[in-house]
């Protein structure tokens, strides 16, 4: 057939119905964003999206500085073709949604998460920490990873007879044991301790931090500061942090839920000092994984 007005072999094949400057696409009015008001020939780059007299009103910005506000939805051209400004947070919403479906993917201590798997029968090795505290914390922040593998977290009353505590749990290869000690510096009643513990078994593996508490890992960021407080010699080093804040620091429980409340900013290890971190890390690469050469 003679094709004579370039319609091709079949007319109803085509969108015969389409507009000269194509179909409207939708597009998103993000900001800067520069479209044409069909109706008005007004041109100017997206300043804003926001809801006025019960309809969705874009705002656009001319070359001169002037704004005017426009109906969101059809009726606007970029690049001369029609389009469908549509709310910018639409996008938004999808990025924030495949940000947090990535968050789920891992642990608070930013390991995968194994999905669907159960938390292993307890394994003989063992992590001690002083406190309820410093139990808690990595409980919010290694638990799952702790339940993969088995390793069960459990606390000390104190290290002053950390030697014998061991002698007692009388480690081995198969079940090792690693301790989290808080304060270790140079120096200090604590470091004493945890030499002479360390000759006790080679399959202990001792660490710590250099915080009077295990509450100082957590960076102060998170509760609004530049830097934790300093307490004098002889004052109650929790009760006088909890004063300085300007929170509730006269009981036992005032500590009690201070503490609840710091804990509570903890979202992930990020929240955390590098040193406790290490720390942690190593003991539970310890306690789980044999080196090479011990294998």
């Keep these: 057939m003679n094709d004579r007005y370039g319609y091709g072999s079949d007319v109803l094949a085509t969108d015969w119905r389409a507009p000269r400057g194509g179909r409207a696409q939708q597009v998103a009015a993000e900001r800067g964003l520069v479209v044409e008001d069909v ?22 910005e001319d070359r001169r500085g002037r704004r005017k506000g426009f109906p969101l939805g059809p009726g606007f051209l970029v690049d001369g073709r ?24 891992r642990t608070a201590s930013g390991s995968v998460r194994v999905g669907g798997s159960p938390a292993r029968v ?78 006790v078994s080679p399959w202990v593996r001792i660490l710590g931090h250099p915080y009077v508490d295990v509450w100082q890992s957590v960076k102060p960021s998170r509760l609004g500061r530049e830097a934790w407080p300093v307490i004098e010699r002889g004052r109650s080093w ?9 929170w509730p620091h006269r009981s036992q429980t005032d500590v009690a839920l201070g503490w609840k409340r710091i804990l509570s900013t903890v979202r992930s290890y990020s929240d955390l000092e590098p040193t406790l971190l290490a720390s942690v890390e190593e003991l ?9 050469h011990e294998e």
């Design 284 to 292: 539970i690469d310890f306690v789980t994984v044999p080196p090479p």
């Design 238 to 246: 929790k009760h006088g942090v909890l004063a300085e804040l300007g």
């Design 122 to 199: 307890a394994s003989g090795s063992r992590i001690w920490v002083e406190g309820r505290h410093d139990a808690e914390l990595v409980e919010k922040v290694w638990g799952d990873d702790l339940r993969v593998e088995g390793v069960v977290v459990e606390m000390l009353d104190g290290v002053d007879d950390l030697a014998s505590l061991i002698r007692g749990f009388a480690p081995t290869r198969d079940r090792r044991l690693g301790i989290l000690v808080d304060h270790l510096v140079p120096g200090t009643k604590e470091t004493r301790i945890v030499q002479q513990a360390e000759r």
């Design 39 to 60: 109706d008005t020939g007004w041109c100017g780059a997206v300043v804003g999206v926001e809801r006025a007299g019960g309809m969705q009103v874009v705002h656009l």
């Design 82 to 105: 029609p389009v469908v400004l549509t709310r910018p947070e639409d996008r938004e919403s999808s990025t924030r949604l495949a940000q947090a479906r990535q968050a789920a993917a």
